[in-house]
């Protein structure tokens, strides 16, 4: 009998160990303090571009409530991403250093909504297809897959039975890949 109420030698250590070894329980609660909240990047778009998610001039909409990117140790960075304005870059310049693109949907009546009414390009136009990144560029004649406007991502080939690329144009006749 004396063995059942008797305990190994270890188990005396254990109110010393246990409240060290809790948080290790709680994965999803420690994985959420490093991540940044995807309701920041809505609340950071929507006061860059003055537009609720969801409305004309605000994200389509709202981020994924699966991303996790890092935490951002400072205040992120929002800039328009195309000319035309119809996507948003949102930055962490902290030491994580991550970068997203969102979505914009047409003001009514704004510059996007008329870049959308003449588009820049029709499928099967012949385009210059366009690799970009730090220090080179590499370019190449395509077909364009699908319409759109400057500022627009579609889908590009660089012959009939290349598989399609996903570039942005820039201009008629232009479309960029940018590299890193």
Same mark, same amino acid.
């Given at each position: 009998?004396?063995?059942?109420?008797?305990?190994?030698?270890?188990?005396?250590?254990?109110?010393? &160990?246990?409240?060290?070894?809790?948080?290790?329980?709680?994965?999803?609660?420690?994985?959420?303090?490093?991540?940044?909240?995807?309701?920041?990047?809505?609340?950071?778009?929507?006061?860059?571009?003055?537009?609720?998610?969801?409305? @004309?001039?605000?994200?389509? /909409?709202?981020?994924?409530?699966?991303?996790?990117?890092?935490?951002?140790?400072?205040?992120?960075?929002?800039? #328009?991403?195309? @000319?035309?304005?119809?996507?948003?870059? /949102?930055?962490?310049?902290?030491?994580?250093? #991550?970068?997203?693109? &969102?979505?914009?949907?047409?003001?009514?009546?704004?510059?996007?909504?008329?870049?959308?009414?003449? @588009?820049? /390009?029709?499928?099967?136009?012949?385009?210059?297809?366009?690799?970009?990144?730090?220090?080179?560029?590499?370019?190449?004649?395509?077909?364009?897959?699908?319409?759109?406007? /400057?500022?627009? #991502?579609?889908?590009?080939?660089?012959?009939?039975?290349?598989?399609?690329?996903?570039?942005?144009?820039?201009?008629?006749?232009?479309?960029?890949?940018?590299?890193?």
């Amino acid at each position: 009998m004396d063995t059942i109420t008797s305990r190994p030698e270890g188990w005396r250590f254990l109110p010393l &160990v246990l409240p060290m070894l809790l948080p290790l329980c709680d994965p999803p609660a420690a994985a959420q303090a490093r991540v940044t909240d995807p309701a920041e990047i809505d609340r950071a778009v929507a006061a860059f571009t003055g537009a609720a998610t969801g409305t @004309p001039g605000g994200a389509r /909409v709202p981020a994924d409530p699966r991303l996790r990117l890092a935490a951002c140790g400072g205040a992120l960075a929002v800039s #328009w991403h195309t @000319p035309a304005k119809t996507a948003v870059q /949102v930055e962490c310049p902290g030491p994580s250093n #991550w970068r997203i693109f &969102v979505a914009v949907a047409p003001a009514q009546g704004g510059p996007a909504a008329a870049g959308r009414a003449a @588009p820049a /390009v029709k499928r099967g136009d012949a385009l210059t297809i366009m690799v970009r990144g730090r220090g080179f560029s590499v370019q190449q004649s395509g077909e364009a897959m699908e319409a759109g406007g /400057v500022g627009d #991502w579609i889908f590009v080939r660089t012959g009939r039975k290349a598989e399609g690329l996903r570039a942005r144009i820039e201009r008629p006749g232009l479309a960029v890949i940018p590299a890193g």
